[in-house]
């Protein structure tokens, strides 16, 4: 029996969404689909296996784990650390066949040296493909452009490294400032020109994530969609180029009914006053459950097709609606927390803009123990 407050998660919507995004960019352009964080909470096993059915054949992780989860649920093609890794994780790498991000010379000699000791015939060993990440403005971590070909061109020489791809980040994800996007553009291209010139031809290059894809002419053979295949966009300055089905929403029921004389107080603090006759409804979510703090006092919900709004301040585990002018409420009633419910919907974009958020925060920032069900199962 599940608790009364769950996740729903749309799997068509999901591939509605890539689909939508496949019909932006055309055929010749593979796809990096980027699930880490969870899937960006919608849960990476249910959601990279229908991806992988849709035709999906490489993936994004944040972590080794994040790619070892995924050799588990059984998914056998690309998995790419967009992530550093670290010396002791190099056999684990190699071990289940998991793509890393090289972001220095010596992490890229270290999984050659591991491949050489650990296979004492060379018809055994099998160079293992590895993607190149070039800095240049994000500042984190990755090969500084400006001195990147000699660094790569040592790379290459490692008998057991095979550089299948290249790419780097935009420090304007959101597509606001693409004056910036063309000053990195122009510095990643001239490391390729430049690798180019020493015969040195990397196969896939990718640069464009989900907002970069509706901001800019596709100049690579690769892209890293991320919050698009969830079904938003990543500000809500981009335009509508492609139809997005929100994939995740979030849901809860009614535990109790409770009126309130005029000037009776609900939650702490006392921020709410009811200034009539109120019936307040208990909803058993909470900031625990990732419903924003925020959201006290202005939040909406939906009951039976419409809209209430939050009363007072969210707590940890229980958040107060006002159903007043909602009639035949019930003790049990589905409430929509976002998402749809009859002719009305609640977008993860406007709980975001609510709580002067992103959508990124929104979706990642469900509990772990908010229930998951899919659809269809």
């Known amino acids: 029996m599940h608790r009364p407050t769950w996740v729903e998660i749309d799997l068509d919507a999901l591939a509605h969404n890539l689909n939508s995004i496949k019909n932006k960019i055309g055929k010749g352009t593979s796809i990096i689909a980027v699930v880490k964080a969870n899937a960006y909470g919608h849960g990476i096993e249910k959601v990279s296996k229908r991806l992988e059915d849709e035709g999906v054949s490489m993936f994004g992780v944040a ?15 690309t998995i790419l650390i967009l992530g550093c890794i670290l010396p002791n994780q190099i056999d684990t790498i190699v071990k289940y066949s998991i793509t890393p991000t090289i972001v220095n010379y010596q992490i ?4 050659s040296s591991h491949i050489l ?21 994000m500042g984190g971590f990755g090969i500084k452009a400006t001195g990147a070909v000699e660094t790569i061109r040592k790379i290459n020489e490692l008998e057991n490294i095979s550089i299948d791809g290249i790419f780097t980040h935009f420090t304007s994800s959101d597509g606001s400032d693409m004056d910036t996007v063309k000053e990195q553009i122009t510095l990643f291209n001239g490391v390729i020109s430049a690798l180019e010139s020493h015969n040195i031809f990397i196969p896939i290059k990718h640069t464009d994530n989900s907002s970069i894809i509706l ?10 969609p991320g919050i698009s295949l969830y079904g938003m966009y990543a500000s809500q300055y981009l335009p509508r180029l492609i139809d997005l089905k929100q994939v995740m929403s979030l849901k809860t029921k009614i535990v109790n009914i409770k009126g309130l004389r ?5 939650s702490y603090g006392r921020t709410y006053t009811a200034q009539r006759e109120t019936v307040i409804a ?18 909406n919900v939906l009951v039976n097709g419409k809209i ?17 002018d909602i009639p035949g409420v019930n003790v049990g009633d589905e409430v929509v927390l976002f998402g749809s419910q009859g002719d009305k919907t609640i977008s993860i974009e406007s709980i975001a803009r609510e709580t002067e958020s992103i959508p990124y925060e929104i979706i990642c920032g469900i509990g772990k123990d908010v229930p998951r069900i899919y659809k269809p199962e």
């Open 108 to 111: 890229a000699k270290g999984i």
């Open 282 to 299: 208990t909803l058993p979510i909470g900031y625990s459950d990732g419903y924003k703090r925020q959201l006290s006092n202005k939040g």
């Open 215 to 224: 901001k800019n002419p596709l100049l690579f053979n690769a892209i890293r």
């Open 117 to 137: 000791q650990s296979y004492s015939s060379a018809d055994l060993r099998k160079k293992h493909r590895v993607h190149i990440k070039i800095d240049t403005g």
């Open 308 to 324: 209430a709004k939050v009363a007072g301040v969210v707590r940890m585990d229980f958040t107060y609606i006002d159903i007043t």
């Open 262 to 266: 005029k000037g009776d107080t609900v």
């Open 63 to 77: 972590t080794v784990e994040d790619a070892v989860k995924l050799r588990a649920y059984g998914i056998n093609n």
